[in-house]
């Protein structure tokens, strides 16, 4: 079955420096991987998808990759700010259609410090 | 545009009570989905419904758990003869019908159901 891992630990960083989180992923190769936002006590929220023949994806400040070779994606916050502060959930489809269950990670809790 | 609405947003129910767990998606989606969120542990896939249908239920027990998704109202997750392991946060998603073969989930800022 799928497998979906992301850093355990959490992340300390520093405001302005570049936050990175990996997302790791076993066996079939997803139709696109989708990373969410969520703070405690509340839903995830959406925050970037990429396909599976896309390399690259931007919006603002955020920036994924994906290697399907490596079977991994890296989200990127440049600039970090303390409101950045959150868990970061990466969340995969095994394919598009009518089957759109999508499997999730655990997530990785970021800190950003001023 | 209103969101995704949940309610209630906690329930306390007490061992072998009925939980009823109530979802609106947002408006112009026809398409709902429900997990479950243990601490420690990710987002759980339960069921996938459209209206009327269930279209994926391998998430969800087959004993005490039922959804349903009426043409009118909300989409509606029961758990019946609740137990102590019931206990979690239960998120519902929505999305609009398939225009192109991706979309996003939208999730409801989900219930915290505590099982005394």
């Known amino acids: 079955s799928q497998k979906i891992e992301q850093n355990s630990e959490a992340l300390n960083i520093q405001e302005g420096k570049t936050a990175t989180l990996t997302c790791n992923y076993t066996?079939?190769?997803?139709?696109?991987l989708q990373w969410y936002r969520q703070d405690p006590g509340r839903g995830p929220v959406f925050l970037l998808l990429i396909r599976e023949n896309e390399k690259e994806k931007r919006k603002e400040r955020l920036k994924v990759t994906f290697d399907t070779t490596l079977k991994q994606s890296l989200f990127h916050i440049t600039a970090s700010q303390p409101a950045d502060s959150a868990t970061y959930l990466c969340?995969?489809?095994?394919?598009?259609?009518?089957?759109?269950?999508?499997?999730w990670g655990l997530g990785t809790s970021l800190a950003v410090n001023p | 545009n209103a969101g995704v609405m949940q309610n209630p947003r906690h329930l306390v129910r007490r061992r072998g009570q009925e939980a009823r767990l109530r979802c609106s998606p947002m408006k112009g989606h026809s398409h709902v989905y429900w997990y479950r969120q243990l601490p420690e542990e990710g987002l759980k896939f339960m069921v996938y419904?459209?209206?009327?249908?269930?279209?994926?239920e391998s998430g969800m027990p087959k004993e005490r758990f039922s959804a349903e998704f009426p043409k009118e109202g909300p989409s509606i997750l029961r758990i019946q003869q609740v137990v102590r392991g019931d206990s979690a946060a239960y998120f519902c998603?929505?999305?609009?019908?398939?225009?192109?073969?991706?979309?996003?989930?939208?999730f409801g800022p989900g219930t915290r159901l505590l099982v005394l």
């Open positions: 419904l459209q209206k009327e249908n269930i279209i994926d």
């Open positions: 969340a995969l489809a095994k394919e598009a259609g009518n089957n759109r269950k999508l499997i």
């Open positions: 066996n079939y190769s997803p139709a696109y």
């Open positions: 998603a929505s999305s609009p019908p398939a225009a192109g073969r991706i979309e996003t989930q939208y």
